[in-house]
């Protein structure tokens, strides 16, 4: 089974930061990679498919890219409203979510 | 608007059995797939299964196996889920989201509200 290891848990950061999430696949998912957004009491929010495609609506702060198995979530400029839990999931085999990371106010 | 709606929260005891509802408006209901996620409190999300809303094919999560039943109702455009066997470590929210495969995203894009299950006596 293809394991998702997602670092760090939990992040603090400000305003204006820019901030970066990995997401480590034990075995190569290729480019099926998706990251979302979650705040508190509310379902996921797709930001990017396939890797690096910004879903649209998605501010253009948030980049995703890949080298191998590792891949990474990139908020630059972090905004108020960026602040929040974020989950990648591979669907190179069945679908697997990382363990999330709680992005906080420092 | 294309929109997923889920049943209301439900309150099991220990070994009974849960349906949860997710229905389909505004697109061509048989044109994606769904699959469903669950979120127990505090914690992160996870992959329960999946269904083909045109064959009826599923897959489901290995520890799922034999407990959870994926079904869909063309005719109403409506997914549901069904957990039985219940015990607290099913204790969760329950989403239901579109599944975009083979499509521009290839993600699960839409997403209902969530159902919150819980199991107690």
């Known amino acids: 089974d293809i394991q998702m290891t997602q670092s760090p848990s939990t992040l603090s950061a400000s305003v204006g930061d820019r901030v970066t999430i990995t997401c480590r696949a034990s075995q190569t998912v290729n480019n099926w990679l998706i990251w979302y957004q979650q705040k508190p009491g509310t379902a996921p929010k797709l930001l990017i498919y396939?890797?690096?495609s910004l879903q649209t609506g998605v501010p253009s702060r948030f980049s995703g890219s890949r080298s191998g198995t590792e891949f990474t979530l990139t908020i630059s400029n972090l905004q108020p409203d960026d602040f929040a839990t974020y989950y990648c999931?591979?669907?190179?085999?069945?679908?697997?979510f990382g363990q999330g990371t709680r992005v906080e106010i420092k | 608007q294309v929109q997923l709606v889920q049943s209301g929260a439900e309150i099991k005891e220990p070994g009974a059995s849960v349906r949860v509802s997710c229905k389909a408006s505004?697109?061509?209901?048989?044109?994606?797939?769904f699959s469903w996620v669950r979120q127990a409190p505090g914690q992160g999300l996870e992959w329960i299964g999946w269904i083909s809303t045109s064959s009826g094919n599923t897959h489901y999560v290995q520890k799922l196996q034999g407990r959870i039943t994926l079904t869909t109702d063309t005719s109403t455009s409506t997914a549901y889920m069904e957990l039985r066997s219940l015990t607290s470590d099913d204790t969760a929210v329950y989403y239901c989201?579109?599944?975009?495969?083979?499509?521009?995203?290839?993600?699960?894009?839409?997403w209902g509200q969530g159902t919150l299950v819980t199991v107690s006596s």
């Open positions: 396939k890797t690096s």
């Open positions: 989201a579109r599944d975009d495969g083979g499509g521009i995203t290839d993600a699960f894009d839409i």
């Open positions: 505004g697109y061509t209901f048989t044109s994606y797939t």
């Open positions: 999931l591979q669907y190179n085999t069945y679908w697997v």
